[in-house]
């Protein structure tokens, strides 16, 4: 269970002893790299403690050096942060698994990480071409390698101590059911998107009933708009409570029992979505009964990430 007394706190408690998640995390999918250091390093400043990366945003040095940097300044320990990178899909064969993982471990100066996940359940063409495509611009996908073998080098990370943690993204309920019935190490976190519009609840249910950490992406709807900003509901609770529309959608999700992830890129906007409450009960359950449903990214039909410029 989550302590929803001080939400900024709020942690979850991994699986397997691997320690707990920081409910409140932060989001380095930012194209722009002189933007990803100014915007980690306020994130860390303003006390998000919990850092998504992936592999596929091709900033992982510039969060490493933020990272560093914001450690020393502010004599914060290693052991006080929690770092999250992700395996992307070229890197799907299990040969490939462990080269990708020291890859990002030495871009982000880390000696450890918290969590690794499997980016997408879609294995592409193996190879360092990230977004490999025949002549007619259709994505070639990898028919020789399943998620289980996948899993099986993550676990390996595990058992070497390469990693405390592992987990999978942008996965459905009917993939995660039988890779979580076959895994030995079973998956500590499902990063999914999640906002009001998109509650998956099927899904959050299957997590809570298994210990895995439920954690949501674009929690805002991605800052989209018109959009979840906007709603009409939340823009009223956001006036009675005396709070902003993105800490009533950020206290929302975390009352729910999820962790999230935001990316505010000023340090005014991650002062406020670090600082939330918990909403009034009543507040509460008039989010989580909005009836409108929206996806916002289809890389989970499609292995191919939306929010990513195509080419940078
Ligand atoms: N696994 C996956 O496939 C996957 C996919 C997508 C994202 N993610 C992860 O999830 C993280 C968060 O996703 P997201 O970027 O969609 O999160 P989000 O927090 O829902 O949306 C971020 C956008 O919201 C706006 N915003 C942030 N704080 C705000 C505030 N206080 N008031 C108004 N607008 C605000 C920002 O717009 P401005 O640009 O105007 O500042 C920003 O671009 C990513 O960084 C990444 O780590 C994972």
Redesign the pocket.
Same mark, same amino acid.
């Given at each position: 269970m989550s302590e929803i007394s001080g939400l900024q706190m709020a942690r979850l408690p991994l699986h397997h002893g691997c320690g707990q998640i920081p409910a409140l995390g932060f989001?380095?999918?930012?194209p722009d790299p002189a933007v990803t250091v100014t915007a980690t390093r306020d994130a860390l400043e303003a006390g998000f403690r919990h850092f *998504?990366?992936?592999e596929r945003y091709r900033n992982e040095r510039e969060v490493g050096e933020a990272l560093q940097a914001g450690i020393a300044a502010q004599g914060i320990e290693r052991q006080d942060i929690f770092v999250t990178t992700?395996l992307w899909n070229s890197n799907h064969r299990p040969e490939r698994v462990a080269p990708a993982f020291e890859a990002s471990l030495d871009r982000l100066k880390l000696n450890y990480l918290d969590l690794y996940l499997i980016?997408?359940p879609f294995a592409f063409q193996p190879g360092d071409e990230q977004d490999p495509r025949d002549q007619n611009g259709n994505v070639l996908y990898d028919g020789g390698v399943t998620l289980l073998d996948t899993w099986r080098a993550m676990e390996s990370l595990v058992d070497r101590g390469r990693c405390r943690a592992i987990g999978l993204? *942008?996965i459905t309920l009917n993939k995660l059911l039988p890779l979580y019935e076959s895994a030995r190490i079973k998956p500590a976190v499902v990063?999914?998107?999640s906002?009001p519009y998109l509650p998956e609840t099927e899904l959050l249910e299957f997590c809570k009933k298994h210990g895995i950490v439920f954690l949501a992406?674009?929690?805002?709807?991605?800052?989209t708009r018109p959009g979840l900003?906007e709603n009409p509901v939340i823009s009223a609770i956001a006036v009675r409570v005396g709070i902003?529309?993105?800490q009533a959608l950020l206290a929302w999700a975390v009352q729910r029992g999820t962790a999230l992830?935001?990316?505010?890129?000023?340090a005014a906007?991650a002062r406020?979505?670090f600082e939330i409450s918990p909403l009034p009960q009543d507040a509460f359950d008039e989010i989580s009964r909005i009836q409108t449903r929206q996806r916002l990214?289809d890389?989970v039909n499609t292995g191919n990430?939306?929010?990513i410029p195509p080419k940078n």
């Open positions: 989001g380095t999918l930012i *998504d990366c992936a992700k980016h997408t993204s *942008d990063q999914v998107e906002h992406f674009a929690p805002l709807g991605h800052g900003l902003t529309q993105a992830l935001t990316t505010p890129k000023t906007r406020e979505n990214n890389v990430p939306g929010f």
